[in-house]
């Protein structure tokens, strides 16, 4: 017999070992996944220091995750308490409703700047 010849397990056992501590590419957790989750704590922060409640804010995002935009809008409010700091309110938004952007003032006829007598 040779004096070189290895053991089978032995040599499944060390290949094994030396593979676990490598980083596989494409074997680790999706990058989209943690810009996600990291994007809804960023949303559920802002909403905290702009004075919103977490079913506005989740109104508001219906994209973003509820998980981490709670997990956002709960370190925020925590860091607030601490530190003492209000929140500044949000300008509610100025969208005019459908209806009302085709329409013109009702004091103030289409026609009545053509016309000088």
């Not at 070189?4 to 040599?11: A, I």
């Not at 709960?74 to 952007?101: F, H, L, V, W």
């Amino acid at each position: 017999m040779p004096a070189c010849t290895m053991n089978p397990r032995l040599l499944i056992a060390s290949v094994a070992l030396l593979l676990a501590a490598c980083d596989i590419p494409g074997l680790g957790p999706d990058p989209r996944i943690a810009m996600r989750e990291a994007e809804g704590k960023a949303i559920g922060g802002a909403c905290r220091y702009a004075v919103r409640g977490i079913e506005e804010c989740y109104e508001l995002n219906p994209k973003a995750l509820k998980t981490a935009v709670f997990d956002g809008w709960r370190e925020m409010d925590q860091y607030m308490r601490e530190n003492k700091i209000e929140g500044q309110p949000a300008n509610p938004p100025t969208e005019k409703p459908a209806a009302e952007a085709g329409k013109t003032p009702a004091s103030k006829p289409a026609s009545a700047g053509a016309k000088s007598s």
